[in-house]
């Protein structure tokens, strides 16, 4: 197929021209006639052209022309029809038969295959036409991408949308396919009915099947059809249709199927984008890459298709134009600063070598065409007539001082400045030497044979490999165009490798809209980035924003993030949380307080991954370290309450390693750490627990304590940094060494007073300086001090009176904050300034504790609070004295009072956690066993009960026993059923066996000693322990004493005459089998003694308590009935009878009847308990 005006479209322009210069008589429009030939005329030609009848040509005649030409297809149909008919040609036989025909060649091998000769392009017959639209795809017909001559290159079928066969089109090279039907193999009337032929279409491609797939659901997206496309979308399940990269091509995504559709008839003709300047551009030549007409199917009017080849002449003369340009604008500056360079060497002009004059008379000096922008590979065939007129040109050349200036620039520059680029590059390029032959050979002669070398420079990588460029910007061009081809063909898990490169030509590119391309490649580089690339492409972003600056990093950079802020992978958000932060030091600081800001909130408040909004705050953070805005004071607060009230723990660390210290560092600047921040969080706290009276809400309590807590190195380092002596901190001599404990460890870098201060040796000083103040010189005039001495301490006083000392969440909290406070202040401002002011609330009389309402201060959370968050700062031999005695004052009190245990019950679980304070606190127990009050005694063995389970054995058997065994003989016998919880926990908690047997013993003097049979208390007390303990003890114990002396004790409660203990006795036995229907029971167990138990009890709850009654009855049947069972069957394990012994219905019998009843909340948890 060819063009009218003697363009072949399978050739490009460059080698159509050379074709025609290299042969002989080649003229600009040579036609088949000039060589004694003709063709039939197309119909579009001139009228003169079909007034003359021309004579007949010879077939082979025709035929040779045609391969001459290279119009292949032509010669395909002529050769398929003739084939049919019966009269096959050898010449093309022998042609379409030999594979290496259709090899990638050069121009001077594609003419010597075709078999040399002279002529023009022929106008294109009808047969031609035809041939080339009905021609399939895959098949030798597949030419149209650009290639030298003799290669017949694949191009997609028009009529069959092949061209979305974007796989073919890959990087890897003109492979031909094996699966491809030849084209002679094929009949002419299926080739031409192949539109309407699918079976004889190649089978479609997986990669052409997803990119069909993915547009096809875009298309039915768009155009509304929701339904179809979800159908669509469960029926490829295997595909992601949000997103292009998943479809596996290495090609952008490609129009919608209306635009591809609407373009149909020219989006596949590839238009010359890239043009070799050495060879130059003119007007006639941007004709050779206009559309060709009749290649077009007509879907549109004359005037579209014209508007189209209008465009696409413009379009190319752009970028003709613009690549001039910047070829151009680089010769203007590589010639000034060789201006330059010749300036300063001109006085200091060496000697020149006769070696080197006479090489000079050999190169030419001239710039070459495209003003030394690239290195041409082609240019070493130069046109023997240029070579001439430029030897004659330096041959007479006679002015001394031209010639010396010429040769001291090629020879004579110094090592150390050749180096340098670029004043000195352009001459010493120009002056590049190569020796030449001694032959006799003509140009002409050469040039073909140097066409031998298979180059190529007609496609894009070929055009790019074989121009080099010899300036920074020519290389940032080159990258600028290479590198959006080369990243999709580069594994994913080794694309961070291409960072540095994608980087530096985003910095050093002179055009905007490739720097943006490039950095739009740099944050999608990778899927889903691990943390390892995410660092990787953190720290080039930070390289670029030091290179470029805040004005391009605003420009460039941000609009990458901003794109990405609601990307559907985790990974791709949590890369633009942490570029928010990496980039804050190079910002423009208005960009920081705003855009930036906005950006962190909204992601903080509408992300729902942890890991993302964890990297939103430390952004924030980092942030609030660069702010310099007061305005946005308040918007940083809001956004520290809502970070620390998230639900994920991820953020809330984050907040107080990073955002908390850093905000609070900016308050203290601002002069709003005492005056709002810490005010407003006490404030909090206060407005919670009014509210708070029927329900604490104790997350946000610890939300709020929390904060305060993570405030106090900041607090202290602004007490240090405006103390009376500040300025007397100076670091001359030796400095004193801080002891390792004297601060808490803190949770991040931050938090480290040093680190606040500035460093550990000027932090060393001022604590030096702030003890000697506080114990010799007082707090007078020192501002920041007082107002926590006198306004924070009372306030936090004053709010731990209110707090429930039931809640041991709440004074855990407490406990810790003080003892933080403490620690960080110091020893002597705990012993001066917080303790006087405990002591002074906890004024250790009787008075204090007011026996009839409950309430005395000595009964609140303010005693526990103070024993475990300040007495235990510091644990010298003082510090310890002190604390036991306050226990023991505390014990003493409460007791003789009648008041609560609360307070010192939340001291010893406090305080119990820790087993360094076991021996303190067994110190305090014994003080209670031998106090002469029997109120002390009594409350000392309750206390054993909340001890034991955190002492060891050795210390149990050791300290505990034994001073309960002194107990349980005490005369009081309210002493002695005292011990009885204390005795029941030993037996759940301790495996000794000898230590059990020690307790058994015990236990069972108290129910079989005469003297307790009417100790009603006792009994009531002993059927308490039992169904506490009874689940979680030793399997052996419970068989043999806790179930048969249930039984015995449901026996005698039988004959109880008085119905109020009766009663009493009966409820505490019903919760005691309630929790033990929960343990295995053998049958013999079962019948002697848990059945009857039951039995006894059920006739106590007849008369007494019907609704126990109910579920009692239902209990006995469902375990009679296992008995039963158990007879036939074997025992199914360790099953627990709880499984066993309710049906459904008596299970909802009985959860029912026990929502009703006022048991115990803690008996009944035992019920699904089982032993560890």
Same mark, same amino acid.
């Not at 490649?521 to 691990?530: A, E």
């Not at 310099?628 to 970070?643: R, V, W």
């Given at each position: 197929?060819?063009?009218?005006?003697?363009?072949n479209?399978?050739?490009?322009?460059?080698?159509?021209?050379?074709?025609?210069?290299?042969?002989?008589?080649?003229?600009?429009?040579?036609?088949?006639?000039?060589?004694?030939?003709?063709? $039939?005329?197309?119909?579009?030609?001139?009228?003169?052209?079909?007034?003359?009848?021309?004579?007949?040509?010879?077939?082979?005649?025709?035929?040779?022309?045609?391969?001459?030409?290279?119009?292949?297809?032509?010669?395909?149909?002529?050769?398929?029809?003739?084939?049919?008919?019966?009269?096959?040609l050898?010449?093309?036989?022998?042609?379409?038969?030999?594979?290496?025909?259709?090899?990638?060649?050069?121009?001077?091998?594609?003419?010597?295959?075709?078999?040399?000769?002279?002529?023009?392009?022929?106008?294109?017959?009808?047969?031609?036409?035809?041939?080339?639209?009905?021609?399939?795809?895959?098949?030798?017909?597949?030419?149209?991408?650009?290639?030298?001559?003799?290669?017949?290159?694949?191009?997609?079928?028009?009529?069959?949308?092949d061209?979305?066969?974007?796989?073919?089109?890959?990087?890897?090279?003109?492979?031909?396919?094996?699966?491809?039907?030849?084209?002679?193999?094929?009949?002419?009337?299926?080739?031409?009915?192949?539109?309407?032929?699918?079976?004889?279409?190649?089978?479609?491609?997986?990669?052409?099947?997803?990119?069909?797939?993915?547009?096809?659901?875009?298309?039915? &997206?768009?155009?509304?059809?929701?339904?179809?496309?979800?159908?669509?979308?469960?029926?490829?399940?295997?595909?992601?249709?949000?997103?292009?990269?998943?479809?596996?091509?290495?090609?952008?995504?490609? $129009?919608?199927?209306?635009?591809?559709?609407?373009?149909?008839?020219?989006?596949?003709?590839?238009?010359?984008?890239?043009?070799?300047?050495?060879?130059?551009?003119?007007?006639?030549?941007?004709?050779?890459?206009? $559309?060709?007409?009749?290649?077009?199917?007509?879907?549109?009017?004359?005037?579209?298709?014209?508007?189209?080849v209008?465009?696409?002449?413009?379009?190319d003369?752009?970028?003709?134009?613009?690549?001039?340009?910047?070829?151009?604008?680089?010769?203007?500056?590589?010639l000034?600063?060789?201006?330059?360079?010749?300036?300063?060497?001109?006085?200091?002009?060496?000697?020149?070598?006769?070696?080197?004059?006479?090489?000079?008379?050999?190169?030419?000096?001239?710039?070459?065409?495209?003003?030394?922008?690239?290195?041409d590979?082609?240019?070493?065939?130069?046109?023997?007539?240029?070579?001439?007129?430029?030897?004659?040109?330096l041959?007479?050349?006679?002015?001394?001082?031209?010639?010396?200036?010429?040769?001291?620039?090629?020879?004579?520059?110094?090592?150390?400045?050749?180096?340098?680029?670029?004043?000195?590059?352009?001459?010493?390029?120009?002056?590049?030497?190569?020796?030449?032959?001694?032959?006799?050979?003509?140009?002409?002669?050469?040039?073909?044979?140097?066409?031998?070398?298979?180059?190529?420079?007609?496609?894009?990588?070929?055009?790019?490999?074989?121009?080099?460029?010899?300036?920074?910007?020519?290389?940032? &061009?080159?990258?600028?165009?290479?590198?959006?081809?080369?990243?999709?063909?580069?594994?994913?898990?080794?694309?961070?490798?291409?960072?540095?490169?994608?980087?530096?030509?985003?910095?050093?590119?002179?055009?905007?809209?490739?720097?943006?391309?490039?950095?739009?490649?740099?944050?999608?580089?990778?899927?889903?980035?691990?943390?390892?690339?995410?660092?990787?492409?953190?720290?080039?972003?930070?390289a670029?924003?030091?290179?470029?600056?805040?004005?391009?990093?605003?420009?460039?950079?941000?609009?990458?993030?901003?794109?990405?802020?609601?990307?559907?992978?985790?990974?791709?958000?949590?890369?633009?949380?942490?570029?928010?932060?990496?980039?804050?030091?190079?910002?423009?600081?208005?960009?920081?307080?705003?855009?930036? &800001?906005?950006?962190?909130?909204?992601?903080?408040?509408?992300?729902?991954?942890?890991?993302?909004?964890?990297?939103?705050?430390?952004?924030?953070?980092?942030?609030?370290?660069?702010?310099?805005?007061?305005?946005?004071?308040?918007?940083?607060?809001?956004?520290?309450?809502?970070?620390?009230?998230?639900?994920?723990?991820?953020?809330?660390?984050?907040?107080?390693?990073?955002?908390?210290?850093?905000?609070?560092?900016?308050?203290?600047?601002?002069?709003?750490?005492?005056?709002?921040?810490?005010?407003?969080?006490?404030?909090?706290?206060?407005?919670?627990?009014?509210?708070?009276?029927?329900?604490?809400?104790?997350?946000?309590?610890?939300?709020?304590?929390?904060?305060?807590?993570?405030?106090?190195?900041?607090?202290?380092?602004?007490?240090?940094?405006?103390?009376?002596?500040?300025?007397?901190?100076?670091?001359?001599?030796?400095?004193?060494?801080?002891?390792?404990?004297?601060?808490?460890?803190?949770?991040s870098?931050?938090?480290?007073?040093?680190?606040?201060?500035?460093?550990?040796?000027?932090?060393?000083?001022?604590?030096?300086?702030?003890?000697?103040?506080?114990?010799?010189?007082?707090?007078?005039?020192?501002?920041?001090?007082?107002?926590?001495?006198?306004?924070?301490?009372?306030?936090?006083?004053?709010?731990?009176g209110?707090?429930?000392?039931?809640?041991?969440?709440?004074?855990?909290?407490?406990?810790?904050?003080?003892?933080?406070?403490?620690?960080?202040?110091?020893?002597?401002?705990?012993?001066?300034?917080?303790?006087?002011q405990?002591?002074?609330?906890?004024?250790?009389?009787?008075?204090?504790?007011?026996?009839?309402?409950?309430?005395?201060?000595?009964?609140?959370?303010?005693?526990?609070?103070?024993?475990?968050?300040?007495?235990?700062?510091?644990?010298?031999?003082?510090?310890?004295?002190?604390?036991v005695?306050?226990?023991?004052?505390?014990?003493?009190?409460?007791?003789?009072?009648?008041?609560?245990?609360?307070?010192?019950?939340?001291?010893?679980?406090?305080?119990?956690?820790?087993?360094?304070?076991?021996?303190?606190?067994?110190?305090?127990?014994?003080?209670?066993?031998v106090?002469?009050?029997?109120?002390?005694?009594?409350?000392?063995?309750?206390?054993?009960?909340? &001890?034991?389970?955190?002492?060891?054995?050795?210390?149990?058997?050791?300290?505990v026993?034994p001073?309960?065994?002194?107990?349980?003989?005490?005369?009081?016998?309210?002493?002695r059923?005292?011990?009885?919880?204390a005795?029941?926990?030993?037996?759940?908690?301790?495996?000794?066996?000898?230590?059990?047997?020690?307790?058994?013993?015990?236990?069972?003097?108290?129910?079989?000693?005469?003297?307790?049979?009417?100790?009603?208390?006792?009994?009531t007390?002993?059927?308490?322990?039992?169904?506490?303990?009874?689940?979680?003890?030793?399997?052996?114990?419970?068989?043999?004493?806790?179930?048969p002396h249930?039984?015995?004790?449901?026996?005698?409660?039988?004959?109880?005459?008085?119905?109020?203990?009766?009663?009493?006795?009966?409820?505490?036995?019903?919760e005691?089998?309630?929790?033990?229907?929960?343990?295995?029971?053998?049958?013999?167990?079962?019948?002697?003694?848990?059945?009857?138990?039951?039995?006894?009890?059920?006739?106590?709850?007849?008369?007494?308590? $019907?609704?126990?009654?109910?579920?009692?009855?239902?209990?006995?049947?469902?375990?009679?009935?296992?008995?039963?069972?158990?007879?036939?069957?074997?025992?199914?394990?360790?099953?627990?009878?709880?499984?066993?012994?309710?049906?459904?219905d008596?299970?909802?019998?009985?959860?029912?009847?026990?929502?009703?009843?006022?048991?115990?909340?803690?008996?009944?948890?035992?019920?699904?308990?089982?032993?560890?």
């Amino acid at each position: 197929m060819a063009a009218a005006g003697g363009v072949n479209p399978f050739l490009s322009d460059s080698e159509e021209s050379e074709g025609e210069e290299g042969r002989p008589g080649g003229g600009g429009s040579s036609s088949l006639s000039d060589a004694g030939t003709s063709a $039939p005329p197309p119909s579009s030609s001139p009228p003169a052209a079909q007034a003359e009848e021309p004579p007949r040509v010879p077939v082979d005649a025709l035929a040779a022309q045609l391969l001459r030409d290279q119009l292949v297809l032509t010669a395909l149909e002529l050769h398929t029809e003739l084939l049919e008919s019966g009269r096959e040609l050898p010449r093309l036989r022998d042609y379409f038969s030999n594979p290496g025909n259709f090899e990638r060649q050069s121009a001077g091998g594609g003419a010597a295959a075709a078999g040399g000769g002279a002529g023009g392009t022929p106008a294109p017959t009808p047969t031609a036409a035809s041939a080339s639209s009905a021609a399939p795809p895959g098949g030798l017909a597949a030419a149209g991408k650009e290639g030298g001559p003799g290669q017949l290159h694949r191009a997609g079928s028009i009529s069959t949308l092949d061209s979305l066969d974007f796989a073919r089109y890959s990087d890897d090279g003109n492979r031909e396919t094996d699966e491809r039907v030849a084209e002679n193999e094929v009949p002419l009337q299926e080739r031409r009915n192949y539109k309407s032929s699918p079976e004889i279409q190649e089978p479609i491609k997986p990669l052409e099947k997803r990119a069909l797939n993915f547009l096809v659901n875009e298309f039915l &997206l768009k155009n509304g059809y929701k339904l179809t496309s979800i159908t669509f979308s469960d029926e490829n399940d295997d595909q992601d249709f949000e997103l292009w990269d998943d479809v596996g091509l290495n090609i952008p995504k490609p $129009p919608d199927l209306l635009q591809l559709y609407r373009d149909f008839g020219n989006h596949q003709i590839s238009a010359k984008d890239v043009f070799d300047i050495a060879v130059g551009t003119e007007e006639d030549e941007l004709d050779a890459t206009t $559309p060709i007409l009749e290649s077009i199917p007509i879907f549109g009017t004359p005037q579209s298709i014209e508007q189209c080849v209008m465009v696409q002449k413009l379009e190319d003369q752009i970028n003709s134009l613009s690549t001039e340009k910047w070829s151009l604008m680089e010769q203007i500056q590589r010639l000034e600063s060789e201006i330059d360079y010749l300036r300063n060497e001109k006085p200091a002009i060496p000697v020149i070598c006769d070696s080197v004059q006479s090489s000079l008379a050999q190169v030419p000096l001239s710039l070459p065409d495209d003003n030394g922008r690239y290195l041409d590979i082609k240019s070493s065939a130069i046109d023997s007539n240029h070579e001439e007129t430029e030897e004659e040109r330096l041959s007479t050349v006679t002015d001394p001082e031209s010639r010396l200036l010429k040769d001291n620039t090629i020879s004579c520059i110094p090592n150390k400045e050749r180096g340098k680029p670029p004043s000195c590059s352009p001459s010493i390029k120009a002056a590049v030497h190569f020796d030449k032959p001694n032959r006799k050979l003509s140009p002409a002669f050469h040039q073909a044979l140097l066409s031998f070398c298979q180059m190529s420079a007609e496609s894009r990588l070929g055009s790019e490999v074989s121009r080099i460029a010899d300036s920074e910007k020519s290389v940032m &061009l080159m990258l600028g165009r290479c590198l959006p081809h080369i990243v999709p063909n580069v594994l994913l898990a080794k694309r961070e490798e291409l960072i540095p490169l994608i980087l530096c030509t985003a910095c050093l590119h002179p055009e905007p809209k490739e720097r943006d391309q490039l950095l739009h490649i740099l944050f999608n580089l990778i899927k889903r980035p691990d943390d390892e690339q995410r660092q990787m492409i953190l720290t080039g972003c930070v390289a670029f924003a030091r290179h470029v600056g805040p004005t391009r990093v605003e420009a460039e950079l941000l609009p990458q993030c901003w794109e990405q802020i609601n990307h559907k992978y985790p990974e791709r958000r949590l890369l633009v949380a942490e570029s928010c932060g990496a980039l804050a030091p190079y910002l423009p600081k208005e960009i920081r307080s705003s855009l930036v &800001l906005s950006m962190l909130q909204q992601m903080l408040m509408e992300d729902k991954a942890d890991l993302v909004r964890e990297a939103v705050i430390k952004s924030l953070g980092i942030i609030m370290g660069y702010i310099d805005d007061p305005d946005k004071y308040q918007q940083g607060f809001e956004l520290l309450l809502s970070a620390l009230g998230d639900p994920s723990e991820r953020v809330v660390s984050a907040t107080h390693q990073v955002f908390l210290p850093a905000y609070a560092a900016w308050t203290t600047e601002l002069g709003n750490l005492q005056s709002h921040l810490i005010p407003t969080l006490l404030s909090k706290i206060e407005k919670l627990l009014r509210e708070g009276e029927h329900g604490l809400d104790e997350h946000k309590l610890h939300m709020y304590l929390s904060a305060l807590q993570s405030l106090i190195p900041s607090l202290f380092a602004l007490v240090l940094q405006n103390a009376p002596f500040t300025s007397k901190a100076k670091l001359q001599g030796e400095v004193p060494q801080i002891e390792v404990t004297r601060f808490p460890r803190p949770v991040s870098p931050l938090q480290d007073v040093a680190t606040i201060i500035g460093s550990r040796e000027q932090l060393a000083i001022l604590l030096q300086l702030y003890d000697y103040q506080l114990e010799h010189e007082g707090t007078t005039g020192w501002e920041t001090l007082l107002w926590v001495v006198n306004q924070l301490l009372p306030q936090l006083i004053e709010i731990v009176g209110k707090i429930n000392v039931a809640s041991a969440a709440c004074v855990h909290e407490f406990s810790r904050f003080f003892w933080r406070l403490c620690r960080t202040f110091g020893k002597i401002f705990t012993n001066t300034k917080v303790k006087p002011q405990f002591q002074e609330i906890l004024r250790l009389s009787e008075e204090n504790v007011d026996t009839t309402a409950g309430n005395g201060v000595l009964t609140k959370a303010t005693v526990p609070i103070y024993a475990t968050g300040v007495l235990t700062c510091y644990i010298q031999e003082e510090d310890r004295k002190l604390l036991v005695g306050f226990l023991e004052d505390v014990m003493t009190m409460l007791s003789l009072s009648h008041a609560p245990l609360d307070s010192l019950k939340a001291s010893f679980v406090e305080l119990g956690a820790n087993p360094a304070y076991h021996e303190l606190l067994l110190t305090v127990l014994w003080y209670g066993v031998v106090h002469t009050s029997a109120l002390v005694r009594c409350t000392a063995a309750r206390m054993f009960e909340l &001890l034991v389970k955190g002492v060891h054995e050795t210390l149990v058997a050791q300290r505990v026993v034994p001073a309960l065994i002194t107990l349980s003989s005490d005369p009081e016998i309210s002493v002695r059923i005292a011990t009885i919880p204390a005795f029941g926990t030993i037996m759940e908690t301790v495996t000794q066996r000898e230590l059990l047997e020690r307790v058994k013993m015990q236990l069972a003097s108290f129910l079989e000693d005469p003297q307790y049979q009417d100790q009603h208390s006792l009994h009531t007390e002993i059927i308490k322990t039992f169904g506490r303990v009874g689940p979680n003890a030793e399997p052996r114990f419970r068989d043999e004493f806790v179930i048969p002396h249930l039984h015995k004790l449901a026996l005698v409660n039988n004959q109880q005459s008085t119905d109020s203990k009766r009663l009493d006795i009966a409820i505490h036995l019903f919760e005691a089998y309630s929790a033990l229907s929960c343990c295995f029971i053998s049958e013999d167990l079962m019948v002697s003694h848990f059945l009857p138990g039951l039995r006894c009890l059920r006739n106590d709850m007849e008369t007494l308590s $019907p609704e126990h009654e109910v579920i009692l009855s239902s209990m006995i049947k469902e375990c009679e009935q296992k008995v039963e069972n158990r007879g036939v069957q074997e025992p199914q394990g360790s099953m627990s009878i709880a499984a066993s012994l309710v049906s459904e219905d008596t299970k909802t019998k009985f959860l029912n009847k026990m929502g009703q009843l006022t048991t115990s909340g803690a008996m009944l948890a035992n019920v699904f308990q089982r032993k560890k």
